[in-house]
């Protein structure tokens, strides 16, 4: 394996850890706020549903960009690599 190859599966795997870090991130912060929101509506009798659902959607869509983010990041670093390598490959010997 060429020193390229071993540098963007290093790269790789960082951007793929990255993107499950986000993912599980996202998947404990909506967890948690759905916890909250229940324990408000019961002591609120349902009374601040509208604000918890209100809040919940504002998390769950900053989640979800967060999320697309990651993934447009490792989409772009895969892109990035593979011009690289292109360009890697093209260069004249030296010698």
């Given amino acids: 394996m060429s020193t390229f190859d071993e540098m963007k599966k290093k ?6 850890k990255a993107v499950a870090a986000a993912d599980e991130q996202g998947d404990k912060i909506a967890a948690a ?22 809040v919940d959607g504002a998390v769950s869509g900053a989640v979800s960009h967060a999320q697309s983010a990651a993934a447009a990041a490792s989409q772009k670093a ?15 010997e030296e010698g």
Avoid: N, Q, W, Y
Avoid at 33 to 54: N, R
Avoid at 78 to 92: I, M, S, W
């Fill in 78 to 92: 895969t892109e990035a690599a593979g011009t690289l390598k292109g360009a890697v490959a093209k260069k004249p």
């Fill in 11 to 16: 790269a790789d795997d960082l951007v793929d």
């Fill in 33 to 54: 706020l759905d916890k909250v929101a229940d324990t408000i509506d019961e002591k609120t009798g349902g009374g601040a549903s509208a604000v918890t659902a209100k």
